[in-house]
């Protein structure tokens, strides 16, 4: 047999190579090897650990929330849900849920007929200045609230406003109505200008392209920006904090005021009981959030954003 006829048996893989390589050369297409690296194992422990304290942290509050006075056992001896009741008479939850939803409410719409015009300018004209503008518009975003909360404050209190609920709704807008405008102007890019343009040769005026034409196409973006900003309003507490007063706290400052009322002499479990109340509302929104936005998609558009 010639030498051309003689099959061959040595690897494709060099025999200098590695024992990883060699393996990797002898590997079926579409195989992926189980050997992870260092680096991965680490990241996988990191964030297993992360979801255990997490997980620990509700459940603990949760079993606290509905148990008795216990010191040596691991779980309440007994069990009750008066800690509920007692909570919402002791702390006046109805007050204080009615001006949280009273307060989300009137910043959703409000940010919503601010936003979204201001989104549509943003998205559909050129003008000098439009980059610097929408970096005005993401700091209020990217800027931790306490930074730019002070002087909000100072401001709210030298106008008489301070300790009411128009305060707390006017702070709120600061950084509700940019996430707004980010969350809406993607959509608005996705409409073809052509539809506009045709409306107005039919002779339509503006007024009547956005209600008619416009609004219709934008209730997706409308739903998913205000459910984000409905999310963003209840859980926001350094700006209402600053602010509020008895009368207008919401339910995440009413819930540190419980806290560090009289040095803690609250009963833990009438604390734990507002955290699960506020936290199960919390849990409501964001599934309902995630249901109509994708978080990648306001990832990709702020750093766009940034990078103009």
């Known amino acids: 047999m010639s030498a051309l006829e003689t099959p061959t048996t040595m690897s494709d893989a060099p025999q200098g190579s590695p024992p990883r390589a060699r393996a990797a050369a002898g590997r079926p297409p579409g195989e992926r090897s189980l050997a992870a690296s260092p680096s991965t194992w680490f990241v996988w422990a990191g964030m297993a650990a992360f979801l255990v304290f997490l997980l620990g942290i509700i459940v603990a509050v949760v079993v606290d929330s509905f148990g008795r006075q216990w010191f040596d056992t691991w779980l309440p001896l007994e069990w ?7 909570s919402w008479d002791r702390f006046d939850l109805t007050h204080v849920v009615g001006v949280t939803v009273g307060v989300a409410l009137a910043v959703v719409v409000l940010s919503v007929l601010i936003g979204v015009p201001a989104a549509y300018l943003l998205a559909r004209r050129n003008f000098p200045g439009k980059r ?10 990217l800027m931790p609230p306490i930074t ?15 300790r009411s609920v128009i305060a707390v709704i006017l702070v709120n807008l600061v950084p509700s109505v940019p996430f707004v405008i980010l969350t809406m102007t993607p959509f608005i890019e996705q409409i073809n200008p052509a539809i506009e343009s045709a409306a107005r040769m039919c002779g339509a005026g503006m007024r009547q392209v956005f209600t008619r034409i416009l609004a219709p196409l934008l209730v997706p973006g409308i739903l998913a920006a205000s459910i984000l900003v409905l999310v963003r309003t209840v859980g926001m507490f350094e700006l209402t904090f ?63 954003a940034r990078d103009d």
């Open 148 to 162: 730019f909360g002070i002087p909000l404050a100072t401001v709210m209190y030298s106008f008489g406003l301070g």
């Open 80 to 86: 009750t849900t008066e800690w509920y009741a007692s």
């Open 132 to 141: 610097l503008v929408n970096v005005l518009f993401l700091l209020p975003i």
């Open 242 to 304: 600053l602010v509020s007063g008895p009368q207008s706290d919401t339910l995440v400052v009413a819930i540190y005021r419980a806290m560090t009322s009289a040095g803690g002499g609250e009963a833990r479990q009438l604390v734990s009981a507002m955290a699960v109340m506020y936290t199960a509302t919390m849990l409501v929104m964001l599934v309902a959030a995630l249901r109509f936005v994708n978080p990648t998609q306001l990832v990709a558009q702020v750093k766009e």
